[in-house]
């Protein structure tokens, strides 16, 4: 039975190790405090990417107040992290979820990741979506639903 548990323990440390992102950087952080304290609220005029300004704004990160948002990162090759962002351009995922299929178009949005579940699998919050009008909210974002489109992850850097 000893030998049952160390497997487990191994098999669940290589697992999770699979796509661990190591400690959370600091702006990272602040990042995240930033998103839980307005999380059902709306930010600024409650466009998508008002929430990425404020939160950048807040922390005292650099970006180039368009779309770019720090350090360009691959979410296949690199460490995802909460509070890291993402830009979506002419988006479509499509999935199913209790036995629906789902269509989601974003033809210019910009969210934050706030949970990272699994390589390509984060939890997500946005505002000015479908689902959760101007307010900020939190969905479900697995990278193998996207049907069209491109991503781009960014990690925020330090002005």
Known sequence: MKHKFYILFFLLACFSSSFS???LP???KQIIDFVNSVIGKKVG???CWDLANE???KV???WDGNFKYGKPVDPFKDSIYPGDLIQFTNVILSYQKDGRQYKEQMAQHTAIVYVVEAR???KIVHQNTSQHGRKVGISNLNLADM???KTKFYQPESN
């Open 21 to 23: 992102q190591g400690p």
């Open 45 to 47: 005029r409650g466009e």
């Open 147 to 149: 049907t069209k489109g």
């Open 55 to 57: 939160a950048l704004k």
């Open 26 to 28: 600091e702006l990272n």
């Open 120 to 122: 390509g699998v984060y």
């Open 60 to 62: 005292n990160a650099k």
